[in-house]
Structures are given as structure tokens and as C-alpha cells.
């Protein structure tokens, strides 16, 4: 049997872990197909206003606000997805430091060898205005692991950095690490997630129905059970 043509979506990535876990696999059993183009909202952001254009757009609320704003997506197509939160993880097996206050954060920022964080992200974004409210930015940049965008895990597991921030979610697409827990509310800034169909969508009914699946009781659960907390 011929393949439909597939549902184009350029994607944040918060939600990969339960996409890649759950909530992909179960929209190509039901006959359908999906193209996920991965990045950071603000690297998607760029590339939508160089002229991209994809079926679906997964992004920040913020940014869906802009894109609703300019008339890039449909506004009546637009849904509420996830809110997420920022943590902090360590290589599997090693000790987990204390994070309970917002004194022990930065102290346990301060100890640490070194902190990955990403520049393109809304985490690492965020991370990076705090160390600098806080007045330990010289300190932590000193020995920071910065990238661009992509999984700041992964810095643990290459031993570049012995802590990494990112949204949690974010953190549980990688292997061979354990989550030590959420920032302290004193400094945690959750961050929601839309998703809307773009006008120039090729397939804008298929995409319509791939946003209701985006919201469907299973996905509810793939979402919780990546550290990702359902809006619908």
C-alpha cells in the first residue's frame, strides 16, 4: 500500500521523549505518516522568518503568539500542549547534590566541575539571565559547557560537565543519566508550548487531525511520564 504523504512538523525540542517514545510511533499505526524537523524554538523562529514553511508548528507560547500575530498560522487551528520545567541531571550512578532551596542551587552551581546549559533554547536562555541575576555568571561561564542547541545530557556522558540544565523532558532523551529534580521554585520558570497548523500547509485537514492526536488521552500520559505537564 502507498504511503500518504506524510504530516511535515518543525518541532521544539521538549517534546521529543514522549513524540519518540509514544506518540509518533502510535500516529503511524493508524496508517498515518510524520516528518519531525527538530530544533530550538528561537533556531525555528529564525528559520520561519527566512521563508520556512512546514504543515505544523511546535514552539514556545510566546512564539506561537507571534506566529498567530503575523498570519503565519491558522489562529482557530492553534492548541495549548505542555508546560514544562527546568531541572538538573547527572551522569547515572553518580551523587545527587542538593537542590532543595535556592541557596543550595547556587552553591551546588558554584562546587560543580562543570554546568551545561544550551544558548538556544528557553532554558538555557533562562539559565543564562539567572546566573547573571544571581551574580555568579563569571563563576559558572568560567567553566560552563555551552551549545549551541541539542541535549545537554549529553555533555554529562562525554564527562565535558558534571551537571546539565535543560527543560526536563529534554533531559530524559538521553540515556545513561539520572534527574536530580526541578530548580527550586525561588528560580524555576516553566515555560508552555503550543502547537498550531501553518496556512501554507500542504496537508492542513491530515495536520489538523495529527494536533487532535497531540492532545488525545494517550498523549497525556506519554507526556506526564517524560516530566512534561499536559494543558488539555
Not at 528561537?42 to 514556545?60: H, K, N, P, Q, Y
Not at 551545561?116 to 567553566?143: M, Q, R, T, V, W
Not at 520558570?189 to 487532535?212: D, G, H, I, M, W
Amino acid at each position: 500500500m502507498t504511503q500518504a504523504t506524510p504530516v511535515e512538523v518543525i518541532c521544539a525540542f521538549v517534546v521529543r521523549s514522549p513524540f519518540d517514545a509514544e506518540i509518533l510511533p502510535a500516529w503511524e499505526q493508524q496508517g498515518h505518516a510524520v516528518q519531525v524537523k527538530w530544533d530550538t524554538t528561537s533556531v525555528i523562529m529564525e528559520s520561519i522568518r527566512s521563508g520556512f514553511r512546514s504543515d505544523v508548528a511546535l514552539v514556545t507560547v510566546s512564539a506561537m503568539d507571534e506566529l498567530v500575530a503575523e498570519g503565519i498560522v491558522d489562529a482557530d487551528s492553534r492548541v495549548e500542549l505542555v508546560e514544562s520545567n527546568i531541572g538538573i541531571a547527572v551522569k547515572a550512578g553518580e551523587a545527587h547534590p542538593d537542590i532543595s532551596s535556592k541557596a543550595a542551587f547556587i552553591a551546588t552551581l558554584l562546587e560543580a566541575r562543570s554546568v551545561a546549559y544550551s544558548l538556544g533554547g528557553a532554558s538555557g536562555i533562562y539559565f543564562k539571565s539567572l546566573i547573571e541575576k544571581l551574580g555568579i555568571a563569571a563563576e559558572i561561564n568560567a567553566k560552563a559547557t555551552t551549545l549551541p542547541g541539542g541535549f545537554t545530557a549529553e555533555k554529562l556522558l562525554t564527562g565535558e560537565a558534571s551537571l546539565a540544565i535543560q527543560q526536563i523532558s529534554e533531559l530524559l532523551a538521553v540515556q545513561g543519566i539520572e534527574i536530580v529534580g526541578r530548580l527550586p521554585d525561588a528560580v524555576q520558570k516553566p515555560t508552555s508550548f503550543s502547537a498550531a497548523v501553518f496556512k501554507e500547509a500542504k496537508n492542513p485537514a491530515l495536520s489538523r487531525e495529527f494536533l487532535k492526536h497531540l492532545q488525545s488521552s494517550s498523549a497525556a500520559n506519554a507526556y506526564q511520564a517524560k516530566g512534561l505537564d499536559p494543558l488539555f
